[in-house]
């Protein structure tokens, strides 16, 4: 099943895509809900973020063949290969759906990147719960862009705009229940070109292992966002440019991208 | 003005302090509200983190005088003054009220440190804005315990869980709209033993400051917190222990220690 959060006439609401329309339902996608008679045609609607998350967790280095990449922009001579998740926090405020704009802000250096991945989508809360218990915390997985400001990633002291700046984590078109999730194909394509492609059989720590690593000391919440890590080598975003991360059976998550306004 | 959120017979409201007594008010601490003719003692509420933000932030060594002992923490052999602010952002889980329990983790070395600080209190939606902007953004400021561990702090690449486990964040017990955040007192006591003793004068860099840098990159939301930062050195807490912040004016956050229980 693909469960949507969306904006139609002004109304939010939660639906389930069926064929080219969403079901608007009644009641909680974390616990119990109803389809209702409600339908738009899927083109009529806007696709918000698919929740809103108290935390978005991410891995750090959570792929092999990103570590070498990684370290170079880190400036770290010699990188370490993690023994455990190395959670860190992606600013809350950067969440944005798919079709909104991706914006490239005016004090960057211009080194901005996608990174196409893979998000889990808690379901329950979740406290101290074994990777067996993991998977059944996680209501389902989407799309989503870890956009980082490659400059900053390397220069600042934490992520907090390398990874954090308003509109630099698209999450979306809408959560799956039903994918395998260390069996996911993650692409990226830039201006309809494929730059990136991963697979979460590669994730160094499985979705599982993260939110059970996670959930020893942190209390996980329905609706907080863990995200795969990043495969490979990344390119530069330029104004104009059209970024999809498409998740075969699940969907595209699509954003322009925008040269931040002045004043 | 000292404005609270709290919660009586199982209902959560905000209210004013009035002497002995908290007045509940109705509208928006934000934008427009009025005293209502519902009053409560003080002793008979129970008082809550006074905002849910959707985000905490924290400047990293934000006191000269603590610029030593965070470099002995983190195992940095030549400690770095920050030249612009260095924001981190400290896990929204964390979050606790005054008067509940500060939990040491099973699985932390037992190295866990009060952090006695300011907190200011964002009142108004704010994006690129100057210091003196910033300060019109800010609505109060409160007390608030940045607790850690220093072991995590030393061994993992982020204070996700250093700063960030299940209440490590407690912050309280109301917000003072009238103080001049620079001339604050900060006083942590332990079992009613003064061990720390700072001052908002000596923060490298101001709240406006700070608020002004992170609002460059990142919207700040009403309910943000912007913590001070710590002062110098700080000792383990143990299962037993009550820490107090308190600053003169605002108020005292208090919290007791306890160990976690197992299963």
Same mark, same amino acid.
Request: aromatic content about 8%.
């Given at each position: 099943?693909?469960?949507a959060?969306?904006?139609?006439n002004?109304?939010?609401a ?16 974390y ?10 045609p ?15 967790w ?10 070498e ?6 400036g770290?001579?010699?990188?370490t290969?993690p ?23 005016i ?11 893979? #998000?889990?989508?808690?379901? =329950?809360?979740?406290?101290? !719960?074994?990777p &067996?218990?993991?998977?059944?915390c *996680? /209501? ?5 862009n ?16 390398a ?13 799956d ?7 996911l ?16 059989e590669d ?29 490979? #080598?990344?390119?530069?975003? =330029?104004?104009?440019?059209? !970024?999809?991360? &498409?998740?075969?059976?699940?969907? *595209? /998550? ?5 040269a931040?306004?002045?004043?």
């Amino acid at each position: 099943m693909k469960i949507a959060r969306f904006r139609s006439n002004g109304r939010i609401a939660y639906g389930v895509i069926q064929g080219d329309e969403v079901v608007e339902i009644r009641g909680s996608i974390y616990t119990r809900f109803r389809m209702t008679d409600t339908k738009f045609p899927i083109q009529e609607v806007t696709f918000l973020p698919p929740t809103e998350p108290t935390e978005m967790w991410a891995p750090g280095l959570n792929f092999a063949n990103h570590l070498e990449f990684a370290a170079g922009v880190l400036g770290d001579e010699n990188p370490t290969v993690p023994v455990h998740p190395e959670p860190w926090i992606k600013a809350r405020g950067a969440l944005t759906g798919t079709g909104e704009p991706i914006i490239l802000p005016i004090g960057s250096s211009g080194d901005v990147h996608y990174e196409g991945e893979a #998000v889990a989508i808690i379901g =329950k809360t979740c406290r101290r !719960v074994t990777p &067996e218990e993991a998977t059944k915390c *996680i /209501l389902g997985y989407t799309c989503g862009n870890d956009v980082s400001d490659r400059t900053w990633q390397h220069d600042d002291w934490t992520f907090w705009r390398a990874k954090g700046a308003d509109t630099f984590a698209p999450v979306g078109p809408w959560i799956d229940t039903d994918v395998d999730p260390q069996k996911l194909e993650m692409i990226v394509r830039l201006n309809g070109k494929e730059v990136q492609h991963g697979h979460t059989e590669d994730m160094l720590f499985s979705f599982a292992e993260i939110v059970s690593y996670i959930s020893q000391q942190v209390t996980l919440r329905p609706g907080d966002m863990v995200f795969s890590g990043s495969t490979g #080598v990344t390119v530069a975003l =330029k104004p104009g440019d059209v !970024v999809e991360v &498409e998740i075969p059976g699940i969907g *595209i /998550l699509t954003n322009p991208v925008e040269a931040e306004a002045v004043g």
